[in-house]
C-alpha cells in the first residue's frame, strides 16, 4: 500500500501564505527536520536557498533559514533566481540540500517550498516522507550545541553563474544577432537572468513582466497569461516571444505572428531536431497523460517512442532517469533537458528553440507547428470536502465515457496536485464528441456537490 504524504504534495510544499502549511512555524520545523536529515559525514553541512520575488518569500526565508542553522547547517543565499538555477548550484556548489521558496504559476497569495538533494533533483519520495517524519517527532537533543549553530553569507555571483550555463546550452558557433524577442518573466524570479542572457547572445530584447514588486507576479503575465506575450510579440514586431511562469521552470512561445505554441509542439521540435542530430538518448521521450495524441501520432512517425506518466514534472524525470531519456516535458511548458539540468528549465528549453530557428532560418510560424493537434478540452472544477472521483457516481460515468472513446480518443480525470480541483481533460479526432464528453463527465461530478 501507498503511504500517503501528510504535507508534501506533488511539487513541495504549497498554500496560501500565512496560513496552514505556510507559516512560520511550519518553515522553521521544515528547516530542523530536512537539516538534520541532510547531515551526513563530518563534513561542515551547507544548504542553498532561493527564492521568487512574492512578499512572503522574505517571512518563509528566514523562518526557514532559522531552522537550518539551529539545525547546524551553513545557509547560502542567492536571492531570486529560477528553479532551475538553485537545482544547478546546488550541485555545482557542492552543498548538501537546496531550496525554492516558489508557488511557480500561483498567484502571489500562495508560496511554497521545494526541496532539492545533492545531486540537484527533486527529493524523493522517502525522503520526503522521513522529513515530515522527524518534523513530527521530538527534536530536543538533536540539534545543534551552542558552538556548532550555522552560519548565513550571501553568493554574490549566483545570477551570473546561472547565465553563464544557460548560453552554455546555446551552440557556440551561431548568435541572436539581428532577432528581437520578446521575454515576458511574469514578474518572477527570472526577471533579471533571462533578459540578459538573451541580450549577451545578442538579440534586441524586449522586456515585460520584468518589474516585480511583491504582489504582481504571474499577475496577467507569463506563461499562464500569454494573451500579453501575444500582444507585444505582433506590436514590436518580433521574431519570437518567450513566457516564463513565476520561477521560470515552464515556457511557452509565441511565434512572429503573435500566435501561442505549447509545449507538445516545443517537445515536437526539440525531439525531431535531436533525432536528427543523434542527440536523443533512450529512444524517445517522455511526457504526461496531458499530451496531446496528436503529439504522439507525430513521433511515432519519426520512430521516436513517447512514454506518458502522471502530470508533475517530478513523475516525468523520474521516468526519465529509469529509461535513460534526455527529453521530458509537459503540455502547460515545463521542459527537461537533462543534457543541461536536472529539473524544468524554461530558459534552457527557448534558447533550443532559438537555436533551432537562427540555423534553419524560417519564421517560427512555420517551424514550431509540427503536428495538427486532435481536438482538445480541459475544464476545472473546483470542490470542498473528500474528492468527487471516489463516489461510485462519477467512476460509473468515467468507465462509460471511456468505453464511448475507445479507439478514438482519450479521456483524463485527476486531481490538482495544488488546488482543491478536479481537472477534466478529453480528447478525439471528433470535436463535438470532445464536448458532448467532458459535459456529461463535468455534469455528474458537479452533482456531487
Same mark, same amino acid.
Given at each position: 500500500?501507498?503511504?500517503?504524504?501528510?504535507?508534501?504534495?506533488?511539487?513541495?510544499?504549497?498554500?496560501?501564505?500565512?496560513?496552514?502549511?505556510?507559516?512560520?512555524?511550519?518553515?522553521?520545523?521544515?528547516?530542523?527536520?530536512?537539516?538534520?536529515?541532510?547531515?551526513?559525514?563530518?563534513?561542515?553541512?551547507?544548504?542553498?536557498?532561493?527564492?521568487?520575488?512574492?512578499?512572503?518569500?522574505?517571512?518563509?526565508?528566514?523562518?526557514?533559514?532559522?531552522?537550518?542553522?539551529?539545525?547546524?547547517?551553513?545557509?547560502?543565499?542567492?536571492?531570486?533566481?529560477?528553479?532551475?538555477?538553485?537545482?544547478?548550484?546546488?550541485?555545482?556548489?557542492?552543498?548538501?540540500?537546496?531550496?525554492?521558496?516558489?508557488?511557480?504559476?500561483?498567484?502571489?497569495?500562495?508560496?511554497?517550498?521545494?526541496?532539492?538533494?545533492?545531486?540537484?533533483?527533486?527529493?524523493?519520495?522517502?525522503?520526503?516522507?522521513?522529513?515530515?517524519?522527524?518534523?513530527?517527532?521530538?527534536?530536543?537533543?538533536?540539534?545543534?550545541?551552542?558552538?556548532?549553530?550555522?552560519?548565513?553569507?550571501?553568493?554574490?555571483?549566483?545570477?551570473?553563474?546561472?547565465?553563464?550555463?544557460?548560453?552554455?546550452?546555446?551552440?557556440?558557433?551561431?548568435?541572436?544577432?539581428?532577432?528581437?524577442?520578446?521575454?515576458?518573466?511574469?514578474?518572477?524570479?527570472?526577471?533579471?537572468?533571462?533578459?540578459?542572457?538573451?541580450?549577451?547572445?545578442?538579440?534586441?530584447?524586449?522586456?515585460? $513582466?520584468? %518589474?516585480? +514588486? =511583491?504582489?504582481?507576479?504571474?499577475? #496577467?503575465?507569463?506563461?499562464?497569461?500569454? /494573451?500579453?506575450?501575444?500582444? !507585444?510579440?505582433?506590436?514590436?514586431?518580433?521574431?519570437?516571444?518567450?513566457?516564463?511562469?513565476?520561477?521560470?521552470?515552464?515556457?511557452?512561445?509565441?511565434?512572429?505572428?503573435?500566435?501561442?505554441?505549447?509545449?507538445?509542439?516545443?517537445?515536437?521540435?526539440?525531439?525531431?531536431?535531436?533525432?536528427?542530430?543523434?542527440?536523443?538518448?533512450?529512444?524517445?521521450?517522455?511526457?504526461?497523460?496531458?499530451?496531446?495524441?496528436?503529439?504522439?501520432?507525430?513521433?511515432?512517425?519519426?520512430?521516436?517512442?513517447?512514454?506518458?506518466?502522471?502530470?508533475?514534472?517530478?513523475?516525468?524525470?523520474?521516468?526519465?532517469?529509469?529509461?535513460?531519456?534526455?527529453?521530458?516535458?509537459?503540455?502547460?511548458?515545463?521542459?527537461?533537458?537533462?543534457?543541461? $539540468?536536472? %529539473?524544468? +528549465? =524554461?530558459?534552457?528549453?527557448?534558447? #533550443?528553440?532559438?537555436?533551432?530557428?537562427? /540555423?534553419?532560418?524560417?519564421? !517560427?510560424?512555420?517551424?514550431?507547428?509540427?503536428?495538427?493537434?486532435?481536438?482538445?478540452?480541459?475544464?476545472?472544477?473546483?470542490?470542498?470536502?473528500?474528492?468527487?472521483?471516489?463516489?461510485?457516481?462519477?467512476?460509473?460515468?468515467?468507465?462509460?465515457?471511456?468505453?464511448?472513446?475507445?479507439?478514438?480518443?482519450?479521456?483524463?480525470?485527476?486531481?490538482?496536485?495544488?488546488?482543491?480541483?478536479?481537472?477534466?481533460?478529453?480528447?478525439?479526432?471528433?470535436?463535438?464528441?470532445?464536448?458532448?464528453?467532458?459535459?456529461?463527465?463535468?455534469?455528474?461530478?458537479?452533482?456531487?456537490?
Amino acid at each position: 500500500m501507498i503511504r500517503q504524504k501528510r504535507l508534501f504534495g506533488t511539487d513541495g510544499i504549497r498554500g496560501t501564505a500565512n496560513q496552514t502549511p505556510m507559516t512560520v512555524e511550519t518553515a522553521q520545523r521544515l528547516g530542523q527536520a530536512a537539516g538534520l536529515r541532510f547531515t551526513r559525514g563530518d563534513h561542515r553541512h551547507s544548504v542553498l536557498v532561493g527564492k521568487d520575488t512574492r512578499l512572503s518569500g522574505y517571512m518563509i526565508e528566514s523562518a526557514m533559514v532559522s531552522g537550518f542553522l539551529s539545525a547546524g547547517m551553513d545557509v547560502t543565499f542567492v536571492g531570486p533566481l529560477p528553479t532551475p538555477a538553485i537545482a544547478m548550484l546546488t550541485r555545482s556548489l557542492r552543498a548538501d540540500l537546496g531550496v525554492m521558496i516558489s508557488a511557480s504559476h500561483n498567484p502571489f497569495e500562495d508560496n511554497g517550498i521545494k526541496l532539492f538533494g545533492p545531486d540537484g533533483f527533486k527529493l524523493s519520495d522517502a525522503d520526503e516522507h522521513e522529513i515530515e517524519d522527524l518534523m513530527e517527532s521530538d527534536l530536543t537533543g538533536r540539534l545543534a550545541a551552542p558552538d556548532k549553530i550555522g552560519r548565513a553569507s550571501r553568493l554574490n555571483d549566483a545570477a551570473g553563474r546561472y547565465i553563464e550555463h544557460a548560453k552554455a546550452s546555446f551552440p557556440r558557433k551561431i548568435r541572436l544577432d539581428g532577432m528581437k524577442i520578446v521575454i515576458d518573466c511574469a514578474n518572477g524570479s527570472a526577471y533579471r537572468v533571462a533578459p540578459t542572457a538573451l541580450w549577451e547572445l545578442g538579440a534586441e530584447v524586449i522586456r515585460i $513582466g520584468c %518589474t516585480p +514588486d =511583491g504582489v504582481n507576479i504571474n499577475e #496577467q503575465c507569463g506563461s499562464t497569461y500569454s /494573451e500579453t506575450l501575444c500582444a !507585444a510579440v505582433r506590436q514590436h514586431k518580433a521574431h519570437l516571444g518567450i513566457a516564463l511562469d513565476g520561477d521560470a521552470d515552464r515556457v511557452l512561445i509565441a511565434d512572429e505572428t503573435g500566435h501561442l505554441i505549447d509545449g507538445d509542439q516545443i517537445l515536437a521540435l526539440i525531439a525531431q531536431s535531436w533525432n536528427r542530430e543523434h542527440r536523443l538518448e533512450g529512444g524517445g521521450i517522455v511526457a504526461t497523460v496531458m499530451s496531446n495524441m496528436g503529439l504522439e501520432r507525430f513521433l511515432n512517425d519519426l520512430n521516436i517512442g513517447l512514454e506518458r506518466t502522471s502530470v508533475g514534472d517530478r513523475y516525468v524525470v523520474e521516468r526519465m532517469r529509469e529509461r535513460g531519456i534526455n527529453i521530458g516535458g509537459e503540455q502547460s511548458g515545463h521542459m527537461v533537458l537533462t543534457d543541461f $539540468g536536472t %529539473t524544468g +528549465d =524554461g530558459l534552457i528549453a527557448a534558447l #533550443q528553440i532559438l537555436a533551432f530557428l537562427v /540555423e534553419d532560418g524560417r519564421p !517560427a510560424s512555420q517551424v514550431c507547428r509540427l503536428f495538427k493537434p486532435f481536438p482538445q478540452k480541459l475544464q476545472n472544477i473546483r470542490f470542498t470536502g473528500v474528492s468527487p472521483l471516489e463516489r461510485e457516481s462519477v467512476k460509473e460515468k468515467q468507465a462509460e465515457i471511456e468505453k464511448q472513446l475507445a479507439g478514438r480518443g482519450r479521456l483524463v480525470l485527476r486531481k490538482s496536485g495544488t488546488e482543491p480541483l478536479i481537472r477534466v481533460m478529453v480528447e478525439a479526432e471528433d470535436s463535438l464528441l470532445v464536448e458532448q464528453a467532458v459535459s456529461d463527465m463535468c455534469g455528474v461530478i458537479e452533482a456531487t456537490e
